[in-house]
């Protein structure tokens, strides 16, 4: 029978019962001496299920990718990021939009902050219908929400991407026929008074371009689209004018950002434009 040595059988004894483990140490609580601020420090590109309001639907299940950040003082060497994850599944599994403010202050209390930042940055279907044939694919576009929670207040950003079909004026008034079209992305960043909805955004965006994108489009649908931005010819800096006249027209919108970038079909480069409001 083989005989363990003593340091053998001491390295398989178990712990006593009842021994108290020794303490960890609280690195991050530490004093830092460089006095200096850290005005967001947190985690990002966390992904997890959430559930928007959907006008057509009443809500949407979409996967957002996260991130939560709080300022720390300039006496605290690090914050505690595993805290950030337990205030995010505190809420359950899945996030409801009306938590966002929730979070913020839950961030807040959590980590000892003044400030709490949240951003999610997330796929957002809607259904469409071919103008023609009238089939139906769905479209996906791109949404996100920037809230910054200051003591009490809370401050909140709507951001929406979409991609529209834009057709070259210049193009058209030269050529004998046919004009150069490309696709373009939009995007448009609000503050308002009252909830916006996505869709409306949306909207307001296609509404802008030479043609709104479709999933779907059959022969007919295709000649249609085509036509109808031959007939809507913009520059990117008429795309962002009239996405901004709709956007002075709404009475609920305080601030607005929009910026369009084309991505040129006979250029080596892109066009881009910007306006912002406030």
């Known amino acids: 029978m083989l005989k363990l040595s003593e340091t053998e059988r001491a390295r398989r004894v178990p712990p ?36 928007i309001r959907d006008k057509a639907r009443s809500l949407q299940n979409t996967v957002a990718t996260i991130g939560m950040f709080v300022d720390l003082p300039k006496e605290f060497k690090g914050t ?14 899945i996030v409801h939009v009306e938590n ?43 949404a996100r929400f920037d809230a910054t929670a200051i003591g009490k207040e809370i401050d909140f950003v709507l951001t929406v991407k979409a991609n529209v079909t834009t057709l070259c004026p210049c193009s058209k008034a ?20 009252k909830a916006i909805w996505i869709e ?7 509404k802008s371009a030479s043609s709104e994108l479709y999933a779907l489009l059959k022969r007919q649908d295709e000649k249609a689209v085509t036509e109808r931005a031959y007939e809507n010819p913009v520059f990117v800096e008429d795309l962002v004018r009239n996405v901004a ?34």
Not at 26 to 51: C, N
Not at 80 to 93: D, K, Q, Y
Not at 247 to 258: A, G, P, S
């Open 80 to 93: 505690h990021m595993s805290r950030f994850i337990e205030v995010l599944n505190a809420h359950g599994n």
């Open 200 to 206: 409306d955004l949306i909207a307001i965006v296609e």
């Open 16 to 51: 006593r019962a009842g021994k108290a483990a020794a303490p960890l140490h609280d690195k991050q609580s530490e004093r830092d001496h460089r006095e200096l601020r850290i005005d967001k420090v947190g985690v990002r590109g966390l992904r997890f299920p959430i559930q």
């Open 174 to 193: 030269i050529s004998q026929y046919g004009a150069h079209n490309q696709r373009g992305e939009v995007t448009v960043q609000i503050r308002s008074t």
């Open 100 to 142: 966002i403010e929730d979070i913020l202050h839950a961030m807040q209390v959590k980590l000892n902050a003044a400030t709490s930042h949240l951003e999610m940055e997330f796929p957002f279907f809607l259904e469409k219908k071919a103008p023609v044939s009238g089939m139906t694919s769905v479209m996906d576009y791109t």
């Open 245 to 278: 006249t709709r956007l002075n027209k709404h009475r609920d919108v305080t601030w607005y950002k929009v910026e369009a970038e084309n991505y040129e079909s006979i250029h080596n480069h892109n066009a881009y434009a910007c306006i912002e409001k406030g």
